[in-house]
């Protein structure tokens, strides 16, 4: 996938970025994200007013972006969708906080790490936030230092 000024979109979503998301209420969050599967998952639970957001209005904002003064670069992924709280898997959480964190999960601070065994999410305090994606615009914004 490419943005309309032509940068890689999906290596761009791929890079451990912060992410806004934005939900009625209004509520605006800085998050860390995985993008696959062409969506947006994030760590949630019944302890984040976001879950109670999305469960009484599923509409979501979201936007990734880079801003580098120095080099000029400056780049955005806007999106619209709905968002969809769905069980917690385990395999998922790793790939998505081993992109922040690293892979030597034993570094991790104790809040990122996640519990082997849990077979299910009745068993975790954690869900997903699943944003399927309505509208995505991509724009590269750069210039010339």
């Given amino acids: 996938m490419s943005g309309n000024d032509g940068f890689d979109v999906e290596a761009?979503?791929?890079?451990?970025?912060?992410?806004?998301?934005?939900?009625?209420?209004?509520?605006?969050?800085?998050?860390?994200y995985l993008w696959e599967d062409s969506a947006f998952w994030i760590i949630?639970?019944?302890w984040w007013r976001v879950h109670a957001h999305v469960k009484a209005d599923p509409?979501?904002?979201?936007?990734?972006?880079?801003?580098?003064?120095?080099?000029?670069?400056v780049r955005q992924v806007i999106v619209r969708g709905r968002g969809e709280l769905v069980p917690f898997d385990l395999p998922r959480g790793r790939r998505k906080l081993r992109r922040y964190l690293g892979v030597d999960e034993s570094?991790?601070?104790p809040r990122f790490?996640?519990?082997?065994?849990?077979?299910?999410?009745?068993q975790t305090k954690?869900?997903?936030l699943r944003i399927g994606v309505?509208?995505?615009?991509?724009?590269?914004?750069?210039f010339s230092v």
Wanted: hydrophobic share 45%.
């Fill in 134 to 142: 309505e509208s995505l615009v991509a724009k590269d914004l750069s």
């Fill in 126 to 128: 954690n869900a997903w």
């Fill in 107 to 109: 570094r991790w601070d």
């Fill in 59 to 73: 509409r979501i904002a979201l936007v990734v972006d880079e801003c580098d003064l120095a080099t000029g670069i």
């Fill in 12 to 32: 761009f979503l791929a890079r451990p970025l912060t992410a806004r998301l934005a939900t009625s209420g209004p509520t605006v969050r800085p998050v860390w």
């Fill in 44 to 46: 949630t639970g019944r």
């Fill in 113 to 122: 790490r996640l519990a082997d065994g849990v077979a299910d999410s009745s």
